[in-house]
T-cell receptor, first 116, second 111 residues
Framework: DAGVIQSPRHEVTEMGQEVTLRCKPI?????LFWYRQTMMRGLELLIY????????DSGMPEDRFSAKMPNASFSTLKIQPSEPRDSAVYFC??????????????FGEGSWLTVV | DAKTTQPNSMESNEEEPVHLPCNHS???????IHWYRQLPSQGPEYVIH???SNVNNRMASLAIAEDRKSSTLILHRATLRDAAVYYC????????????FGKGTKLSVKP
Protein backbone atom coordinates (compact mmCIF):
# COMPACT_ATOMS: atom_id res chain seq x y z
CA ASP A 1 0.00 0.00 0.00
CA ALA A 2 1.15 3.55 -0.68
CA GLY A 3 0.51 4.72 2.86
CA VAL A 4 -1.13 7.99 3.86
CA ILE A 5 -0.52 10.59 1.19
CA GLN A 6 -0.48 14.29 1.96
CA SER A 7 -0.16 17.32 -0.26
CA PRO A 8 1.41 19.76 -0.53
CA ARG A 9 4.57 18.69 1.29
CA HIS A 10 5.67 22.30 1.71
CA GLU A 11 3.73 25.53 1.41
CA VAL A 12 4.70 29.11 2.01
CA THR A 13 1.84 31.59 1.93
CA GLU A 14 1.14 35.15 2.92
CA MET A 15 -0.92 36.07 5.92
CA GLY A 16 -4.60 36.32 5.06
CA GLN A 17 -4.48 33.77 2.26
CA GLU A 18 -6.50 30.58 2.25
CA VAL A 19 -4.59 27.35 2.73
CA THR A 20 -5.90 23.92 1.82
CA LEU A 21 -4.11 20.77 2.91
CA ARG A 22 -5.08 17.45 1.41
CA CYS A 23 -4.95 13.87 2.57
CA LYS A 24 -5.57 10.47 1.08
CA PRO A 25 -5.85 7.80 3.77
CA ILE A 26 -4.85 4.18 3.41
CA UNK A 27 -7.51 2.32 1.45
CA UNK A 28 -9.99 0.55 3.71
CA UNK A 29 -9.22 2.57 6.81
CA UNK A 30 -12.34 3.90 8.52
CA UNK A 31 -10.66 6.52 10.71
CA LEU A 32 -8.86 9.66 9.66
CA PHE A 33 -7.01 12.04 11.97
CA TRP A 34 -5.53 15.52 11.54
CA TYR A 35 -2.67 16.52 13.85
CA ARG A 36 -0.61 19.68 14.10
CA GLN A 37 2.96 19.79 15.39
CA THR A 38 4.84 22.84 16.65
CA MET A 39 7.93 23.20 18.79
CA MET A 40 5.94 24.86 21.55
CA ARG A 41 2.93 22.56 21.72
CA GLY A 42 4.19 19.29 20.27
CA LEU A 43 1.73 17.02 18.47
CA GLU A 44 -1.90 18.01 18.92
CA LEU A 45 -4.97 16.19 17.66
CA LEU A 46 -7.16 18.66 15.76
CA ILE A 47 -10.03 16.50 14.55
CA TYR A 48 -10.84 12.95 13.61
CA UNK A 49 -13.40 11.28 11.36
CA UNK A 50 -15.03 7.87 11.41
CA UNK A 51 -16.61 6.69 8.18
CA UNK A 52 -16.33 10.24 6.78
CA UNK A 53 -18.21 11.77 9.72
CA UNK A 54 -16.41 14.21 12.06
CA UNK A 55 -16.43 12.70 15.54
CA UNK A 56 -14.39 15.09 17.65
CA ASP A 57 -13.28 18.54 16.51
CA SER A 58 -12.53 19.92 19.96
CA GLY A 59 -8.89 20.34 19.04
CA MET A 60 -9.58 22.70 16.16
CA PRO A 61 -8.05 25.96 17.35
CA GLU A 62 -10.66 28.39 16.03
CA ASP A 63 -13.25 29.07 13.36
CA ARG A 64 -10.57 29.82 10.80
CA PHE A 65 -9.91 26.08 10.66
CA SER A 66 -12.27 23.66 8.97
CA ALA A 67 -11.96 20.04 7.89
CA LYS A 68 -14.03 17.93 5.54
CA MET A 69 -14.09 14.37 4.37
CA PRO A 70 -16.33 14.16 1.31
CA ASN A 71 -15.54 10.49 0.71
CA ALA A 72 -13.54 7.61 2.14
CA SER A 73 -10.44 8.42 0.14
CA PHE A 74 -10.05 12.16 0.59
CA SER A 75 -9.97 14.79 3.31
CA THR A 76 -9.07 18.46 3.45
CA LEU A 77 -7.98 20.81 6.21
CA LYS A 78 -8.58 24.44 5.36
CA ILE A 79 -7.31 27.56 7.06
CA GLN A 80 -8.99 30.81 6.08
CA PRO A 81 -7.59 33.38 6.65
CA SER A 82 -4.14 32.08 7.56
CA GLU A 83 -1.98 33.76 10.22
CA PRO A 84 1.74 33.45 11.02
CA ARG A 85 0.93 31.49 14.20
CA ASP A 86 -0.55 28.74 12.01
CA SER A 87 2.94 27.88 10.80
CA ALA A 88 3.43 24.24 11.72
CA VAL A 89 3.65 20.75 10.36
CA TYR A 90 0.23 19.26 9.74
CA PHE A 91 -0.03 15.48 9.79
CA CYS A 92 -2.81 13.32 8.49
CA UNK A 93 -3.15 9.78 9.82
CA UNK A 94 -5.50 6.88 9.27
CA UNK A 95 -6.47 3.74 11.10
CA UNK A 96 -8.48 0.65 10.41
CA UNK A 97 -10.41 0.77 13.69
CA UNK A 98 -9.39 3.92 15.57
CA UNK A 99 -6.99 3.85 18.50
CA UNK A 100 -8.78 1.66 21.02
CA UNK A 101 -7.95 -1.95 21.85
CA UNK A 102 -4.38 -1.64 20.70
CA UNK A 103 -5.13 -0.51 17.16
CA UNK A 104 -2.41 1.47 15.46
CA UNK A 105 -2.55 4.55 13.31
CA UNK A 106 -0.43 5.36 10.29
CA PHE A 107 0.87 8.85 9.66
CA GLY A 108 1.63 10.65 6.44
CA GLU A 109 4.86 12.57 5.93
CA GLY A 110 3.25 15.87 6.83
CA SER A 111 2.55 19.21 5.19
CA TRP A 112 5.04 21.88 6.27
CA LEU A 113 3.21 25.21 6.35
CA THR A 114 4.86 28.60 6.71
CA VAL A 115 2.69 31.70 6.86
CA VAL A 116 4.63 34.95 6.40
CA ASP B 1 -6.61 10.43 30.36
CA ALA B 2 -3.83 8.54 32.09
CA LYS B 3 -0.50 10.30 31.70
CA THR B 4 2.99 9.04 30.98
CA THR B 5 6.37 10.32 32.11
CA GLN B 6 9.50 9.88 30.03
CA PRO B 7 13.03 11.30 30.25
CA ASN B 8 13.53 14.23 27.89
CA SER B 9 16.60 12.72 26.27
CA MET B 10 18.89 9.71 26.23
CA GLU B 11 22.11 8.79 24.52
CA SER B 12 23.28 5.46 23.24
CA ASN B 13 26.21 4.03 21.35
CA GLU B 14 25.68 2.34 18.04
CA GLU B 15 25.20 -1.43 18.20
CA GLU B 16 24.48 -1.37 21.92
CA PRO B 17 21.08 -2.09 23.52
CA VAL B 18 18.89 0.81 24.55
CA HIS B 19 16.30 0.78 27.30
CA LEU B 20 13.78 3.61 27.10
CA PRO B 21 11.69 3.91 30.28
CA CYS B 22 8.12 5.12 30.70
CA ASN B 23 6.17 5.64 33.90
CA HIS B 24 2.39 5.47 33.88
CA SER B 25 1.39 5.12 37.51
CA UNK B 26 -2.28 6.02 36.89
CA UNK B 27 -2.82 3.41 34.18
CA UNK B 28 -6.18 1.67 34.28
CA UNK B 29 -6.94 -1.95 33.57
CA UNK B 30 -8.12 -1.32 30.01
CA UNK B 31 -5.33 1.03 28.93
CA UNK B 32 -3.00 -0.21 26.23
CA ILE B 33 0.63 0.92 26.17
CA HIS B 34 1.78 2.11 22.77
CA TRP B 35 5.16 3.25 21.55
CA TYR B 36 5.59 5.40 18.48
CA ARG B 37 8.71 7.09 17.21
CA GLN B 38 9.31 10.08 15.01
CA LEU B 39 12.41 10.22 12.87
CA PRO B 40 13.65 13.68 11.84
CA SER B 41 11.38 15.38 9.31
CA GLN B 42 8.96 12.44 9.21
CA GLY B 43 5.59 11.55 10.67
CA PRO B 44 5.36 9.34 13.74
CA GLU B 45 5.50 5.61 13.13
CA TYR B 46 4.24 2.72 15.18
CA VAL B 47 6.82 0.71 17.08
CA ILE B 48 5.04 -1.69 19.41
CA HIS B 49 2.16 -1.99 21.85
CA UNK B 50 1.06 -4.22 24.71
CA UNK B 51 -1.51 -4.66 27.44
CA UNK B 52 -0.11 -6.89 30.19
CA SER B 53 2.48 -9.27 28.77
CA ASN B 54 5.88 -8.50 27.32
CA VAL B 55 5.86 -8.18 23.55
CA ASN B 56 8.45 -8.64 20.83
CA ASN B 57 8.43 -7.64 17.19
CA ARG B 58 11.01 -7.06 14.51
CA MET B 59 11.65 -3.49 15.65
CA ALA B 60 11.80 -3.77 19.43
CA SER B 61 10.68 -5.42 22.63
CA LEU B 62 8.28 -4.04 25.21
CA ALA B 63 8.74 -5.02 28.83
CA ILE B 64 5.75 -4.25 31.05
CA ALA B 65 6.07 -4.20 34.83
CA GLU B 66 3.93 -6.64 36.72
CA ASP B 67 1.86 -3.82 38.26
CA ARG B 68 1.72 -2.13 34.81
CA LYS B 69 2.78 1.19 36.29
CA SER B 70 5.87 1.34 34.12
CA SER B 71 7.20 -0.10 30.90
CA THR B 72 10.44 -0.18 28.97
CA LEU B 73 11.01 -0.10 25.24
CA ILE B 74 14.08 -2.12 24.35
CA LEU B 75 16.03 -1.64 21.16
CA HIS B 76 18.33 -4.63 21.09
CA ARG B 77 21.02 -3.13 18.92
CA ALA B 78 20.80 0.59 18.26
CA THR B 79 21.65 1.89 14.83
CA LEU B 80 22.11 5.47 13.67
CA ARG B 81 18.71 5.21 12.04
CA ASP B 82 17.12 4.68 15.46
CA ALA B 83 17.88 8.29 16.43
CA ALA B 84 14.39 9.70 16.93
CA VAL B 85 11.87 10.95 19.45
CA TYR B 86 10.15 8.01 21.14
CA TYR B 87 6.65 8.47 22.50
CA CYS B 88 5.02 6.29 25.14
CA UNK B 89 1.24 6.64 24.93
CA UNK B 90 -1.69 5.09 26.76
CA UNK B 91 -4.91 4.41 24.91
CA UNK B 92 -8.16 3.58 26.60
CA UNK B 93 -9.44 0.26 25.36
CA UNK B 94 -12.85 1.46 24.35
CA UNK B 95 -11.89 4.80 22.88
CA UNK B 96 -11.37 5.52 19.22
CA UNK B 97 -9.56 8.81 18.87
CA UNK B 98 -7.52 9.71 21.90
CA UNK B 99 -3.94 9.03 20.79
CA UNK B 100 -2.41 11.86 22.78
CA PHE B 101 1.31 12.50 22.36
CA GLY B 102 3.48 13.87 25.16
CA LYS B 103 6.97 15.28 24.69
CA GLY B 104 8.64 11.89 24.33
CA THR B 105 12.30 10.94 24.73
CA LYS B 106 14.79 12.17 22.20
CA LEU B 107 17.25 9.35 21.57
CA SER B 108 20.68 10.18 20.20
CA VAL B 109 22.86 7.37 18.83
CA LYS B 110 26.61 7.87 18.67
CA PRO B 111 28.71 6.02 16.11
Amino acid sequence: DAGVIQSPRHEVTEMGQEVTLRCKPISGHDYLFWYRQTMMRGLELLIYFNNNVPIDDSGMPEDRFSAKMPNASFSTLKIQPSEPRDSAVYFCASSLRGTGFGNTIYFGEGSWLTVV
Amino acid sequence: DAKTTQPNSMESNEEEPVHLPCNHSTISGTDYIHWYRQLPSQGPEYVIHGLTSNVNNRMASLAIAEDRKSSTLILHRATLRDAAVYYCILTYGGSQGNLIFGKGTKLSVKP
